[in-house]
């Protein structure tokens, strides 16, 4: 008898992956443009833990390229789309010393941008599941672009392309603040 319940428990658990779906991306965009303390050592942290993850990424895009044409090519055009759109945020962010710890507070409208980007690519992703299943339907892989699995890599890559970019030059006006900082002592 518990074992009819477990299809009810997994319809129940999907429901409530719906209805706390936009409360999720609401807190990552107000998260993503809150003022906020840098830690050296969790930006230092941080950014070794994304050059790992960017290697692992195209390590997987590469391999990838054996049933998906376009895969590599298009993890690199997202990555460098990313780097770009993470100095452009670093560039436009408010950075604030106080006394020896740096605050940074990320540029709204680059928040709201990649929130919208995370929120669009799961609305075209669980259109096609209704769609089409879990199946790669021909009429998928010869579709638009932005519908095409391949895809799926150029929004990954641009995602992690802006975090990798801004932790690494978060990094480097951090050490170069502190650096400065303390000659002036």
Avoid at 23 to 48: I, T
Wanted: charged letters at 15%.
């Amino acid at each position: 008898m518990p074992f009819l319940l477990v299809p009810l428990l997994l319809l129940a658990l999907v429901l409530l992956w719906v209805v706390l779906l936009p409360l999720s991306l609401l807190q990552r965009y107000r998260f993503g443009k809150s003022r906020r303390r840098v830690l050296p050592w969790l930006a230092g942290l941080n950014a070794w833990t994304l050059l790992l993850s960017l290697a692992t990424f195209l390590i997987g895009a590469a391999l990838a390229q054996r049933w998906l044409d376009d895969a590599f090519a298009a993890a690199c055009s997202g990555l460098a789309l990313g780097f770009a759109i993470g100095l452009v945020n670093l560039w436009t962010a408010r950075l604030e010393w106080e006394g020896h710890h740096l605050h940074v507070q990320p540029h709204a409208l680059v928040s709201l941008l990649l929130t919208l980007l995370v929120a669009g690519r799961l609305a075209i992703g669980i259109w096609q599941l209704f769609k089409y299943g879990f199946t790669l339907h021909p009429r998928v892989m010869d579709g638009p672009w932005l519908l095409r699995p391949d895809s799926l890599f150029a929004f990954g890559g641009l995602l992690l392309g802006h975090y990798f970019a801004w932790s690494w030059a978060l990094r480097a006006r951090l050490r170069h603040g502190l650096r400065h900082r303390h000659r002036q002592i």
